[in-house]
Structures are given as C-alpha cells and as structure tokens.
C-alpha cells in the first residue's frame, strides 16, 4: 500500500481529500457518512482512499469484541445484555478505526455473517455466528472498488448494502437454516470508487437507491500543476509528512465534536429543499450534517452559511441536474453577500430558539416577495408608481407640477404591463414562480 505521507494533494483531488477527513470524523462521532469518488482511471482514487487508513483514529471497545462493541452501549449478541459490571471484568481496550474492503468475489456470507462452520464440527453443541465484513466494521469503514460494476453483478450484496446504509445506524440481518434470525444495528460509513465513463456505466443509472444512499460524491479531477505531475513521478511527496499533518488535525476535529447548526441554517436548508424541489430528504439531513463536521475540521464551534457553501456541490452532485446545482450554490451566494443571513450579530445567541417574529428578518423568499407588495401598495396609495419613485429618488425627490400633494393615478389611463396569460393569484403560484431577480424582472 502506498505511503499517505507521500500522496501529493493538488487541486483535482483536493475535494476527495477533504471528503474523506469530514467522513473520518462523523464516523468517529458515531454517524456514519458515506463517501463516493467519481472519475477516470488512474487519476488515483481508490490509492488514496485505501492509503486513508493509516491516519484513522483509535476507538474504544469491549477487549476482543468482533464486532467492535462500545463499552457504553454494546450492541452485539454477546455482549448486549451484559451489565457494567460484566462489561468491566472483560475489559475495554483501544484499537485502530476498522477499515475493511467488500471485493467482487464476495458472498452474502461473508459480507453480512454466517454459523460457524468450524464451531460445529469441532463437537459443539451450540451454534455459533461467524461475523462478516459490515458486522465487523461496525464504527469503521468499508471500502468498495468500482461499486457501479459490484451493483450489477451482485445484485443481493447491493440491497444488503441500501440496509446498511439505510439509517444511522443501518442494520443487518443474518439468516440461516436451522437458526433464529438476528439482526443488529451496524455504524460504519461506506466509502466507494467508481468510473462511470466505463461498462456498465454510473451508479445512478444502474441503482439510483443505492447512490442517494451516499452523502457525498467526488468527481475526481486530474492534476493541472506541472509541478504536482513532477511530484507524483518523483514519489517525493511533501517536505512536511502530510500523514502527521491531517491525523492531527482529525484528532482535534474529533475532540471538538460536531459544530452547533444554528436556526437559520436549518432555515435555509428546508429553504433549498422545497425551492429547488430537491428529491430526497437525505439531501437535506447531509447538507446540515456535513457542514457541521466541516465547521469543526475548521476550528469552529457553530456552522455558518460559507459551510453550506464550501459543501453543497459533494452533497448534490448526485442528486441534481448540474444546472440545479450551480442555482443552489449562486443562490447561497447571494445570501450570504445580500441578506447577510450567515452572519451571527455579535452578542446573539446561536441556540435554535427562535427570535420574535418582530425582530427577524423575512426567513424565506414569500416573506421577501410579500415586503415588496406591501411597499408597492403604500405607493399606489401615495400617488406613485415603483418607477416614478425611483426616478424621483434618482433625482433627489421631485414633487408634482402643482407643488401640493401627490394626485392619485387615474386607473383608466396608466398604462398597464402585464404577461400575455390569465392572473392567478399568489397561492396558486409555486414558489419559485413568485420570486425573481432583479436582471428578470428588468
């Protein structure tokens, strides 16, 4: 396996990198965050995903648990329903984070569990379950190479997967004759490669469930710096070993612990996800969850909106024409340079109690819409249209020719400008046919 200290991290797998921190850090905060890369062969994916494991975090577990049991909440068939006492006189040890591959050639078996075989005929008389792959990555990592092609071939071992990866926690399920069924919950995050410029094609087109199951997918780019092409040939790596580097860094972001969501950027996120008539609400859950981890990677306590931003296009690549995307991102953007909505005033609190209605600002685009009917309306009933307000203000306020008050409009003579269709009324217009930019409407 090649040296993480020595993968040389540029612009087109810069994202991949950084995907892969939030994930290794969520995992260690007991939520897994499923990672997909994307890209042509030999741009270095699967190298740097299986390379991630020599930089994970320890975990603690009962000593010698399978399935890699938290003393505080032991979840396995042997341990379980042990008390603390019990769980004590076992023992607790500290291991590395698992991390564990699903090849092409693997069986349901082997990847959720099975009996014992060497158990039974050793003369026992009590059936024993044999753990598998997902069972024992359990607060790890599972990697899958070329996922799009495993979900063709292995159709079974993809559903076992959408039940993995299903909630957080999943869950598996071990069936054999002759045995009563158990199932259990299972916390660990997958992380799959893919070319979906190859036979038989992408994820999404092949088995759209399983990839809305991803929180997150990478499109890996390829190096556009001479200087990095040199680096990789050279195998030099970095003058300082990029492995201590993120360790360390993973180690603080894991002490820290996810950064507080505040209100507003729940707000914003349901925002996106109605407005945008986005499919599914794992895209809302991992855009507010990945900003969180995002913040804390960052040294920060509570998200803001430049989180939302920095994490928006991994989050819904997969989910969204790319069109839809770059709408959401501009939109984003937009708020944070207009409404100022990402900054929290200084002194406020960053609880998700809600302010009085008096003293927020509109929280969605109808409240905005409906500010600037009521401010037309008081114009109408002052005499003066929008644009002969504007021409006024421009000009530093012009009264009448007759130097008294504002006459009203005669409706008969204004002229009217109106779309060539029948008027609706406001709810019966979706939202994003309420709202419109400044360039439209000019």
């Not at 200290?5 to 965050?33: Q, W, Y």
């Not at 603080?252 to 499919?279: H, K, S």
Request: aromatic letters at 2%; proline letters at 7%.
């Amino acid at each position: 396996m090649k040296s993480f200290e020595k993968l040389v991290r540029h612009e087109g797998n810069d994202t991949l990198f950084r995907c892969m921190e939030i994930s290794i850090v969520s995992t260690a905060m007991g939520v897994p965050l499923h990672l997909h890369a994307e890209g042509l062969r030999g741009t270095g994916k699967s190298t740097i995903m299986l390379a991630a494991r020599q930089v994970l975090p320890t975990i603690r577990r009962v000593r010698g648990c399978q399935y890699n049991c938290d003393p505080e909440r032991p979840h396995c068939p042997e341990h379980k329903d042990l008390s603390r006492a019990e769980l004590l006189s076992i023992g607790i040890e500290e291991v590395p984070m698992p991390f564990l591959e699903i090849s092409h050639s693997a069986k349901v078996g082997t990847v959720v569990g099975s009996i014992d075989l060497e158990e039974l005929t050793s003369g026992s008389s009590k059936a024993r379950l044999l753990p598998g792959t997902i069972p024992m990555a359990n607060r790890g990592i599972i990697f899958i190479d070329e996922i799009n092609r495993l979900a063709e071939t292995s159709p079974e071992i993809a559903d076992v997967l959408l039940a993995a990866m299903g909630t957080k926690p999943g869950r598996v399920k071990i069936e054999e004759t002759g045995m009563k069924p158990v199932e259990m919950p299972v916390a660990c995050s997958v992380w799959a490669a893919s070319n979906p410029d190859e036979e038989p094609g992408a994820l999404e087109d092949i088995r759209k469930q399983l990839a809305d199951r991803f929180d997150l997918t990478v499109s890996m780019g390829r190096p556009t710096d001479p200087s990095a092409i040199v680096s990789i040939l050279r195998k030099e790596g970095f003058a300082v070993p990029l492995g201590n580097q993120v360790r360390e860094n993973l180690l603080r972001a894991c002490e820290r612990g996810t950064a507080e969501v505040p209100q507003f950027l729940d707000e914003i996120v349901a925002q996106l996800y109605i407005m945008f008539n986005l499919e599914s609400l794992r895209s809302a859950e991992a855009l507010r969850h990945v900003a969180s981890v995002n913040a804390a990677l960052m040294g920060r306590g509570v998200a803001s909106i430049d989180d939302l931003i920095a994490v928006a296009q991994p989050c819904l690549r997969h989910r969204v024409e790319m069109n839809t995307l770059a709408q959401i991102i501009k939109y984003l953007a937009e708020l944070k340079e207009g409404k100022k909505q990402s900054e929290v005033p200084a002194g406020a609190s960053t609880t998700t109690k809600a302010a009085p209605r008096h003293q927020q600002q509109p929280a969605s685009a109808l409240d905005r819409l409906l500010s600037r009917v009521k401010e037309s309306m008081e114009s109408y009933r002052a005499g003066v249209t929008p644009s002969a307000k504007h021409s006024q203000d421009s000009k530093g306020g012009a009264s009448d020719s007759g130097g008294g008050a504002k006459k009203p409009l005669d409706p008969m003579t204004t002229p009217l400008a109106a779309p060539p269709r029948v008027a609706r009324s406001i709810p019966d217009l979706r939202l994003d046919e309420l709202v419109r930019t400044e360039e439209e409407l000019r």
